[in-house]
Each structure stands twice: as structure tokens, then as C-alpha cells.
Antibody, heavy 118, light 109 residues
Framework: QVQLQESGPGLVKPSETLSLICTVS????????WSWIRQPPGKGLEWIGY???????NYNPSLKSRLTISIDTSRNQFSLKLSSVTAADTAVYYC????????????WGQGTLVTVSS | EIVMTQSPATLSVSPGERATLSCRAS??????LAWYQQKPGQPPRLLIY???TRATGVPPRFSGSGSGTEFTLTISSLQSEDFAVYYC???????????FGQGTKLEIK
């Protein structure tokens, strides 16, 4: 069974870039599409985007101008970079698997809280 | 963007009773609808996809129905571990723009 673990700074200053890594274990990185989803404290879920092992991506249009998702197959990791952050980007960030051929999220990391504050 | 609206925001039900949660899409999503359960401090857990197919390991007391714009998640006999927040999610559009409902909190009455 695939396992995912998010890592990265828990505090980012406004206008800077939020960077997170998700480390994958337990399955081949070619088995899924690799996704990021976030949840502001006390609120609902927002899909951020996904990447396939080939490097192809799809992003939430509302974040696309600030967003980069990349993958390192040699390390079984994929990453998120979100630039020009504001307090509205404060959230728990989850990495998750998106099943091939269907846009559902089977396996999730535990999530990491990123706070945007000076 | 397809907007997903869940009702009610909070549902109070006694253990052993039935719970019915609703999800409405702003336009048809066919049967491309999933349900997730989230407990405090945990990530969401996939329960249902394809509107009515239970994910692996999900007990049969959970059932989903509906198509088009109206969907329902039913929990037939509530257990203590079922009290949580439930989200619906559509995955119908291309290019993908997956959207979630705002959640229904299922609490003990």
C-alpha cells in the first residue's frame, strides 16, 4: 500500500514562496497521478493540482499563475512550489494519489500545516 | 467551475439511527461523484466513488446514490466511529478542475 509523507517549512513569510515535498513509498511512482490538496483551518478542501511520472501536469486555474508541481522519480518524491503567498494560503497541505483514469483520491499523507505570516 | 453544495451543514443523529447527507452540483456531473470522511486531525478517507461504489474496506452500512446533480450518502445504522465531517467531490470535467463541497458535520445527538 502506498504511503505519502509531506515535509517542508511550517512558516512562510508573505510574498515568499511556499515549498513542500511529498515522499512516496510502498508503490511505484508510475502507478498514480500525484496530487496536492489543501485545507484552510476549519474549512473545506481545495484541489491544487497533480503531476504524472512523465512530468505532465494539471493545475487549479485559480492557482496556476503561482504554482509549480514537479517530480523526481529517482527519489520517489514530488514537490509543490507556490509563489507570492498571502495569509489566504495558510492551510494544511496534503499530498495524495489520484487514481489513473478517474479523478478520485485514494491515499493521503497526514498533511502539514503551513502558516503564512511575517 | 462546478460548485458543490452540501446540506445540511450539521446533522445531529443518535447512534444506531440512519443518517442521510445530500450533495448538489451546479451542473450535471453524471456519476462522477465521490464521498470522503474526515475525522479531526486526520486526512480525508475515500468512502464512495462513481456515486455508489464503495471503496476498499468501507463497511456496507455506507451507501451512495444519485446522478446528474443530486446525490445522497446514507449511513444505515450509525456507529460511534462514523461521527465525522463528510465531503462530496466531483471529478467530471476536462481539463480537470476537481471541486469539493463545503462538508457536512455529522454529530452525536
Amino acid at each position: 500500500q502506498v504511503q505519502l509523507q509531506e515535509s517542508g517549512p511550517g512558516l512562510v513569510k508573505p510574498s515568499e514562496t511556499l515549498s513542500l515535498i511529498c515522499t512516496v513509498s510502498g508503490d511505484s511512482i508510475s502507478s498514480y497521478y500525484w496530487s496536492w490538496i489543501r485545507q484552510p483551518p476549519g474549512k473545506g478542501l481545495e484541489w491544487i493540482g497533480y503531476i504524472y511520472y512523465s512530468g505532465s501536469t494539471n493545475y487549479n486555474p485559480s492557482l496556476k499563475s503561482r504554482l509549480t508541481i514537479s517530480i523526481d522519480t529517482s527519489r520517489n518524491q514530488f514537490s509543490l512550489k507556490l509563489s507570492s503567498v498571502t495569509a489566504a494560503d495558510t492551510a494544511v497541505y496534503y499530498c495524495a494519489t489520484r487514481r489513473k483514469g478517474i479523478g478520485i483520491f485514494d491515499y493521503w499523507g497526514q498533511g502539514t500545516l503551513v502558516t503564512v505570516s511575517s | 467551475e462546478i460548485v458543490m453544495t452540501q446540506s445540511p451543514a450539521t446533522l445531529s443523529v443518535s447512534p444506531g439511527e440512519r443518517a442521510t447527507l445530500s450533495c448538489r452540483a451546479s451542473q450535471s456531473v453524471s456519476s462522477d461523484l465521490a464521498w470522503y470522511q474526515q475525522k479531526p486531525g486526520q486526512p480525508p478517507r475515500l468512502l464512495i466513488y462513481g456515486a455508489s461504489t464503495r471503496a476498499t474496506g468501507v463497511p456496507p452500512r455506507f451507501s451512495g446514490s444519485g446522478s446528474g446533480t443530486e446525490f445522497t450518502l446514507t449511513i444505515s445504522s450509525l456507529q460511534s466511529e462514523d461521527f465525522a465531517v463528510y465531503y462530496c467531490q466531483q471529478y467530471n470535467n476536462w481539463p480537470p478542475m476537481y471541486t469539493f463541497g463545503q462538508g457536512t458535520k455529522l454529530e452525536i445527538k
